[in-house]
């Protein structure tokens, strides 16, 4: 079954951490470029961060540049976000997204054609 499914939401206080998950079951992996989208209640989807699964460097979205970071794990088939120093603007729900996307870079949420069910982030003291 083609899936991603994600993991490691919470409710965590301002300054915290937490380390999100999503585990892919997708075919053709090494033609994927894997990322992380956010929705926050009433706003519309954003781009967090990006990777290339075969190769090349992740990108982020200025709001989280330095705080967060996006990695990969090939034998296990999963992304990571590990995000720190956490405010209470990046409540939201997070989304694991996947893509033939050609560059990291795409913030198009049309762009990607696999979606995890997301998971709830909640930074409040």
């Known amino acids: 079954q083609e899936q991603l499914v994600e993991s490691g939401g919470g409710l965590v206080q301002p300054g915290g951490s937490l380390r999100l998950s999503c585990a892919a079951s997708?075919?053709?992996?090494?033609?994927?470029?894997m990322t992380w989208f956010r929705q926050a209640q009433g706003t519309e989807r954003e781009y967090v961060a990006g990777i290339r699964w075969s190769a090349g460097y992740p990108f982020y979205a200025d709001s989280v540049k330095g705080r967060f970071t996006i990695s990969k794990d090939k034998a296990k088939n999963t992304v990571y976000l590990q995000m720190n120093s956490l405010k209470p603007d990046d409540t939201a729900v997070y989304y694991c997204a996947a893509g033939n996307v050609i560059a990291s870079t795409n913030r198009l949420p049309n762009a990607y054609d696999y979606w995890g069910q997301g998971t709830q982030v909640t930074v409040s003291p």
């Open positions: 997708l075919p053709n992996m090494n033609s994927k470029t």
